[in-house]
């Protein structure tokens, strides 16, 4: 039974389209985060939600919006996506705000 | 300076070997340190945590933290192929600030 799930595994696009990462947990965790990796595996910290309040806003392109139907959800959407957004998006959990949490397997996103 | 240093390495080691992979930090404000090792192509997973200067062991996994030096270090004791992977050093801060950095990770191989 997986902790944090994320769909779709892998999204092949193409420049300029509107694409939407799910990801669900179903730990009763308080907190959810978006993560980017990149292609040198260098993971930073994207989004983070606790209770479904914007907690965490980092600096990135506001193509990127992240959206908190409920605790148990965070999705992450991308308008007019560009080749630079190429990389494996992870969400994670954590049942506080220290980050400490459980990750999803990731969703590969390559923008051609 | 950026805020956490990690040798990407690669790192190559017989089975058996003793494995020591550390990180620097520059703000002392950070007070929780975490490890997390990641197979190619899943999700990072958390090994270790821990908030005190000090040793923490778990099983073969000891990691240590020296707070005057601001140096994290991951010992693995009697390797093995399975603990072939990437090891991440994470660190929170927790003084008003919910992120947590992640160092670029260190790729480990351990050769049969």
């Known amino acids: 039974d997986t902790a944090v799930s994320q769909t779709p595994k892998y999204l092949v696009t193409q420049m300029g389209n509107d694409k939407s990462i799910k990801c669900e947990q179903n730990?009763?965790?308080?907190?959810m985060y978006w993560y980017k990796q990149d292609s040198k595996k260098f993971l930073k910290i994207m989004f983070s939600?606790?209770?479904?309040?914007?907690?965490i806003n980092e600096t990135v392109p506001n193509r990127f919006s992240p959206k908190s139907p409920d605790k148990a959800h965070l999705n992450l959407h991308i308008n007019s996506l560009e080749l630079g957004d190429s990389a494996v998006y992870f969400c994670?959990?954590?049942?506080?705000?220290?980050?400490?949490?459980?990750f999803g397997q990731g969703t590969r996103l390559t923008v051609v | 300076q950026k805020e956490v240093e990690q040798d990407p390495g690669p790192l190559s080691v017989p089975e058996g070997a003793i494995v020591s992979l550390n990180c620097t930090y520059s703000?002392?404000?950070?007070?929780?340190f975490m490890w997390y090792r990641q197979y190619s192509r899943k999700g990072p997973e958390l090994l270790m945590y821990t908030y005190s200067s000090g040793n923490k062991e778990d099983g073969r996994f000891t990691a240590q933290v020296d707070k005057s030096s601001k140096y994290i270090s991951l010992f693995i004791r009697d390797s093995q192929p399975s603990d072939s992977a990437t090891y991440l050093c994470?660190?929170?801060?927790?003084?008003?600030?919910?992120?947590?950095?992640f160092g670029k990770g260190t790729k480990l191989s351990v050769i049969p």
């Open positions: 730990l009763g965790h308080d907190t």
């Open positions: 994470a660190i929170f801060s927790g003084a008003g600030s919910y992120q947590l950095t």
């Open positions: 703000n002392s404000a950070f007070q929780y």
């Open positions: 939600y606790n209770n479904k309040e914007l907690i």
């Open positions: 994670a959990s954590s049942q506080d705000r220290r980050g400490h949490g459980f």
